[in-house]
């Protein structure tokens, strides 16, 4: 597998992909290739499009009424 090398990372910027790390509990190396895979293969988004389907979403589930204490139950339901 390749090897890259970084240099001259700014101090703010090593900091703050350090933390990102941390908070996804990867190591710095895991971070910055999820970073650069999210930004080499993302795709547009088409807003109209996403309307649509979240429109669609809303149509489907207009008649089912969640509460707050279902949806709090739905949340943690499985975790430990």
């Given at each position: 597998?390749?090897?890259?090398?970084?240099?001259?990372?700014?101090?703010?910027?090593?900091?703050?992909?350090?933390?990102?790390?941390?908070?996804?509990?990867?190591?710095?190396?895991?971070?910055?290739?999820?970073?650069?895979?999210?930004?080499?293969?993302?795709?547009?988004?088409?807003?109209?499009?996403?309307?649509?389907?979240?429109?669609q979403?809303?149509?489907?589930?207009?008649?089912?009424?969640?509460?707050?204490?279902?949806?709090?139950?739905?949340?943690?339901?499985?975790?430990?």
């Open positions: 597998m390749p090897t890259i090398t970084i240099k001259n990372i700014p101090d703010a910027l090593y900091e703050r992909l350090k933390r990102r790390a941390q908070m996804n509990r990867r190591s710095i190396n895991s971070e910055i290739i999820v970073c650069l895979e999210r930004a080499l293969y993302s795709q547009r988004v088409d807003p109209e499009a996403l309307l649509a389907r979240a429109r979403l809303r149509q489907k589930t207009a008649g089912h009424i969640i509460t707050d204490a279902e949806f709090t139950r739905a949340k943690t339901e499985g975790r430990p």
